[in-house]
């Protein structure tokens, strides 16, 4: 089973970026869907990215769209999420999970298997 761990949050000020990886392990990595999610404190967990499993195919949420870019290498068993711009609606715990996919090329920001990790806190401060 595909195992992923979140690493790359921090604090930061309004305006500023940070990059998340998400690593995983197995040789199965290239025949998932990866996906980045974020829960904020008492608001449920929210869909904020995904990509394909070729990489070719990226969606995003509205909230982030034009602001963050997700990214893999699967030479490297590795998916990242490059957030510029970031404010403090921002502020959330971020994880990746594999999500949804019906080929090479789709993704959607809906969990699939496994179970979530313990995820990145990335806090955006005005």
């Known amino acids: 089973q595909l195992q992923l761990v979140e690493s790359g949050g921090g604090l930061v000020q309004f305006g500023g970026s940070l990059r998340l990886s998400c690593a995983a392990s197995g040789s199965t990595f290239r025949y998932y869907a990866i996906g980045w999610f974020r829960q904020a404190p008492g608001k449920e967990r929210e869909g904020v990215s995904c990509?394909?499993?070729?990489?070719?195919?990226?969606d995003y949420a509205v909230s982030v769209k034009g602001r963050f870019v997700i990214s893999r290498d699967n030479a490297k068993n590795m998916v990242y999420l490059q957030m510029d711009n970031l404010n403090p609606e921002d502020t959330a715990t971020y994880y990746c999970a594999s999500v949804i996919s019906t080929s090479q090329t789709t993704c959607l920001m809906v969990r699939g298997s496994g179970a979530w990790g313990q995820g990145t806190q990335v806090t955006v401060t005005s």
């Open positions: 990509i394909s499993r070729s990489g070719g195919t990226t």
